[in-house]
């Protein structure tokens, strides 16, 4: 007789308080605002993290890992989400396989909302070993869009105090070109965060660099730099 194949341990909790929260009419709202190829159940975040909290929130290492793998594996929006949510958990060491489980899982991203939850994962790793933006790197010319535009969104750490920039507004300067609308308002995102502590970094990027980029990139990117002087146009 053949042994039924046991699911990770929580899996079936989890799912199941996950299902208990879904709304049918905030999926199709959802589905349609993502333009999601994937299942929704129309789970909001607050309550994705009240069903880890009360279901998983006690495993370790390989046990959040496997969880998380087996969520990915089903094409539906909130359970990718959660498995970024719960590898984000500070009880979740960066280590190489989370690291592997972020980069084998790019190419499946078609969407925004699931990308930064993941994002939160990957930058988490890149902080513990920066030895891992050299993978990073190759995706700034990548031909997957969420694949590109993650080498800046898991890089917004290198915006803060005591990370060096430069890498990255290369990397900006590199996707100045790509008219796709995700990929500008990642470097727009990028250089409004660097602004807050280094605008006359952000001002000569947009001098030297910035010629190609559309109007959303400026638009974010200059958010928060004071204003010019009388009789000087804004960058």
Same mark, same amino acid.
Request: net charge negative; charged share 40%.
């Given at each position: 007789m053949a042994?039924?194949?046991r699911e990770p341990e929580g899996y079936e909790r989890l799912t199941a308080a996950l299902s208990a929260f879904a709304?049918?009419?905030r999926a199709a709202q959802e589905k349609r605002y993502q333009k999601s190829s994937w299942r929704h159940w129309g789970v909001a975040l607050?309550?994705?993290d009240a069903a880890i909290r009360a279901t998983v929130a006690e495993l370790g290492q390989s046990d959040s890992l496997a969880l998380g793998a087996r969520l990915w594996? *089903?094409?539906?929006?909130d359970l990718r989400i959660v498995a970024g949510r719960i590898l984000a958990r500070k009880a979740v060491a960066p280590d190489a396989d989370v690291w592997t489980f972020v980069t084998q899982r790019m190419g499946d991203l078609d969407g925004w909302a699931v990308a930064d939850n993941l994002a939160v994962v990957g930058g988490r790793c890149l902080l513990a070993d920066p030895a891992r933006l050299e993978d990073v790197e190759s995706w700034v010319d990548s031909p997957h869009l969420w694949t590109r535009r993650a080498a800046l969104v898991f890089t917004l750490a290198w915006t803060k105090d005591g990370h060096?920039? *430069?890498r990255m507004l290369g990397w900006a300067a590199r996707l100045a070109p790509d008219r796709d609308w995700f990929i500008q308002k990642a470097i727009g995102w990028w250089l409004r965060e660097?602004?807050?502590r280094d605008p006359q970094r952000v001002r000569r990027f947009l001098d030297e660099r910035g010629a190609p980029l559309?109007?959303?990139a400026r638009r974010e990117a200059t958010k928060y730099l004071a204003a010019p002087p009388r009789g000087m146009k804004r960058v």
């Open positions: 042994q039924t194949k709304d049918a009419e607050p309550k994705m594996r *089903e094409p539906v929006w060096d920039p *430069e660097l602004s807050k559309m109007a959303v």
